[in-house]
C-alpha cells in the first residue's frame, strides 16, 4: 500500500513537470510539437480560446499511455498508481487553467494562481510556465514574483471578474492588476 501513496504522489509531482516541460518547449518553443504551439499562441493571442477536449485528448492519452506501457511493466500497482495521479493533476491542471482566466479567486493558492499566470500572459511568457506550482519554474531559473500584472483593455471581457460595475479594476484587485 506504501509503494501505491508513494507512486501516486510522484504521480501528482511528475505531472507538475509535465505541466512545465509541455508549456515551455511545446507551447512557446520549436523543438516540440508544432499543433500544440499553434494551439497555445491562439490563447495567448485570445485568451478566451482553450483548446477542445478532443485535442486535449491528442495530446494526453499518447503522453499517459505512453508512461503507463513503462511504468505499469517496471513499478506494477505503484507504476498505476503513479499513472493516476498524472491523470488527477493533470485535470486539476485543466479546471485550474481554466478558472484563472474565467473565475474569481476564492482562497490565497487561488490569487498566487491567477497572478502567476496572468504574469506569463501579459508581461513575460518566458516565466512562469508552471500553473498548478512554482516549483519547476524556480528549478529551471523561470520564476517571476509578479508585480503589478497590467492587463491590456482589449483582452480584459475575458477576465470579467477583474472588474466592478463601474467597469473598472475592483478595488480587492487594486495593487495586483492594472487596465492599460
Ligand atoms: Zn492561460
Ligand atoms: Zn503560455
Redesign the pocket.
Known amino acids: 500500500m506504501i509503494g501505491i501513496g508513494i507512486g501516486f504522489i510522484v504521480g501528482l509531482l511528475l505531472w507538475t513537470l509535465l505541466e512545465y516541460v509541455l ?1 515551455r518547449f511545446a ?2 518553443d520549436r523543438r516540440l510539437g508544432k499543433h500544440v504551439r499553434k494551439e ?1 499562441l491562439m ?2 493571442a485570445q485568451p478566451d480560446h482553450f483548446s477542445t477536449l478532443a485535442k486535449k485528448l491528442v495530446l494526453a492519452v499518447p503522453v499517459v499511455g505512453a508512461l503507463a506501457l513503462v511504468l505499469v511493466p517496471i513499478f506494477g500497482a505503484a507504476g498505476a498508481a503513479c499513472v493516476a495521479g498524472v491523470v488527477v493533476g493533470w485535470t486539476f491542471y485543466e479546471r485550474l487553467h481554466r478558472a484563472t482566466h474565467v473565475r474569481g479567486p476564492k482562497s490565497r493558492y487561488g490569487r498566487w494562481a491567477r497572478r502567476h499566470h496572468l504574469h ?2 501579459f508581461e513575460d ?1 518566458n516565466t512562469n ?1 508552471g500553473v498548478t506550482s512554482p516549483l519547476w519554474d524556480w528549478a529551471f531559473g523561470t520564476l517571476a514574483a509578479p508585480g503589478e500584472v497590467r492587463v491590456p483593455r482589449r483582452h480584459v471581457r475575458c477576465f470579467a471578474w477583474l472588474l466592478g460595475d463601474d467597469a473598472r479594476i475592483k478595488a480587492e484587485y487594486e495593487g495586483a492588476y492594472r487596465l492599460v
Open positions: 508549456h507551447g512557446h497555445h490563447h495567448h506569463h500572459h511568457s510556465h
